[in-house]
């Protein structure tokens, strides 16, 4: 069941989560936290968050005083085969 409730939580819940972590940390400071992602979960991450220009290779988003930045890794979509 705790299971099914945490899956059910979204990305924004997730972040803000995050950014309150960063915060508790040096609360006198600023934080950022970078996403290198596959284009799925990149993608994803643009729906949720309501990005307006589907053409973006990187984003970011300030929640509460902290940086969250979005990058899609190419690098991460290549398989071993063609290395």
Do not use: H, W, Y
Request: proline residues 4%; charged residues 30%.
């Amino acid at each position: 069941m705790a299971e099914t409730e945490e899956n059910n939580i979204g990305l924004i819940t997730k972040i803000a989560l995050l950014a309150d972590a960063v915060e508790n940390v040096f609360p006198n400071g600023r934080g950022a936290v970078v996403f290198e992602l596959k284009e799925n979960d990149f993608e994803t991450a643009k729906r949720e968050l309501l990005v307006p220009n589907p053409n973006l290779e990187q984003f970011k988003v300030d929640m509460s005083g902290t940086e969250f930045i979005f990058l899609r890794d190419e690098s991460l979509n290549v398989s071993e085969d063609t290395i």
